[in-house]
C-alpha cells in the first residue's frame, strides 16, 4: 500500500501543477519549486539527541533563518563539517570521533531546514548563506562537506573568495543543479509549461539560470586546495560530477571508491579525510 501511495502521489501533485499553470503558470511554479525544496525528513531524530545536545554552541542568524551551531573543541585546526539533504550533524558522529582524538576543534552546522535550524525549505544557495557568517565568526581552515553539502560549500567560496580556507573536502557531491530539476519532473510528470514557468522563478530568485549553477564551473579559478571522494557506483550523484569538478579545479585530488556507497562513512574514507588534512 504504501509502494502504491508513493507511486501515486507524485503523480497527483504534477497533475495538480500542470493543471494549475493553465491558469496561472507564476503560481504554479512558485509552488512547484516550493514543493521541490521542501525536505521530508532531516530534523532530529531521538536516538541523534544526546550526541548532538551535548555539542550545541549557539544559534547564528543567516538571512534572517536560525542556524544551529555545534562545536566539538579541540586545540588544533577548526574544521567545519557540512552535512547533506534531509540529513543532519549527527551523520558526521563516527568522524567526530576520530578528529576529536587528533584534537581537531570541530564545528558543525545544520543546514536550513534540517536538524534544529529554523526554515521549513533548503536550497544550496540558502546553505551558502548560512555558511558565510558561520566562517567569518569561527574561521575555519577546512571544510568538510557531503553530498549538496559540499555543492552549497564549492559555491560559497566561489562566491567569497579569500576567506582563510586552506582546504576543501567533499564527499559524494553532485556537480550540476539541471539533473535534480530534470529528476523532480520525471517523478511528477511535469509538462514543458510548467517546466519553463519553474525555470523563470528559478531566476527571478536566484538572478542567474538552472544551468548556470555549476560547481564544475566554480572551481576553475580556486586556489585552495581540494579532495574530492565518490563512489564508482553512488547511485544519488553519479561520480561524474566529481569527476566534472576535478578537471577544472587545478589543486584537486580525486579519490573512487567502489561499493561504498553515497553515505561514504567507512573508515577508509575517514582515513583518507586525515591524511589530506595532515598534509
Known amino acids: 500500500m504504501k509502494k502504491t501511495l508513493n507511486k501515486i502521489l507524485p503523480k497527483a501533485y504534477g497533475l495538480y501543477f500542470n493543471s494549475l499553470a493553465i491558469f ?17 525528513k532531516g530534523r532530529v531524530k531521538p536516538h541523534q539527541k544526546s550526541f548532538l545536545d551535548a555539542a550545541k554552541s549557539e544559534t547564528i542568524k543567516a538571512e534572517g533563518v536560525n542556524i544551529q551551531i555545534y562545536n566539538w573543541k579541540g586545540n588544533k585546526d577548526t574544521i567545519l563539517l557540512l552535512h547533506g539533504w534531509e540529513s543532519n550533524s549527527f551523520r558526521w558522529k563516527n568522524l567526530i570521533s ?18 534544529y535550524s529554523g526554515s521549513k525549505t533548503f536550497t544550496a544557495v540558502m546553505y551558502s548563506e548560512a555558511i558565510k557568517p558561520v566562517v567569518e565568526k569561527y574561521k575555519p581552515k577546512h571544510i568538510l562537506a557531503h553530498s549538496i553539502g559540499g555543492m ?16 576543501i573536502i567533499t564527499l559524494g557531491s553532485p556537480s550540476e543543479f539541471l539533473p535534480f530539476i530534470t529528476s523532480y519532473k520525471e517523478i511528477l510528470g511535469l509538462n514543458e509549461n510548467i517546466m519553463k514557468a519553474i525555470g523563470e ?32 557506483f553512488d547511485k544519488v550523484t553519479p561520480v561524474s560530477g566529481s ?37
Not at 552549497?152 to 582546504?167: F, L, M, Q, R, W
Open 24 to 40: 496561472s503558470r507564476k503560481k504554479a511554479a512558485e509552488k512547484a519549486f516550493l514543493l521541490f525544496c521542501t525536505p521530508r
Open 98 to 115: 576520530i578528529l576529536t582524538k587528533e584534537d581537531y576543534n570541530i564545528i558543525a552546522l545544520d543546514a536550513p531546514g534540517h536538524g
Open 152 to 167: 552549497s560549500a564549492i559555491y560559497y567560496h566561489h562566491n567569497v573568495g579569500d576567506n582563510g580556507v586552506e582546504k
Open 201 to 232: 522563478h528559478f531566476f527571478r530568485l536566484f538572478g542567474f539560470k538552472m544551468h548556470e549553477f555549476s560547481t564544475a564551473k566554480f572551481v576553475e579559478n580556486f586556489d585552495t586546495a581540494g579532495l574530492l571522494i565518490h563512489d564508482k
Open 243 to 279: 569527476e566534472k569538478v576535478h578537471e577544472n579545479w587545478k589543486k584537486s585530488e580525486l579519490v573512487k571508491t567502489e561499493g561504498f556507497g553515497h553515505s561514504l562513512h567507512q573508515d577508509e574514507v575517514s582515513k583518507k579525510v586525515l591524511a589530506f588534512l595532515k598534509s
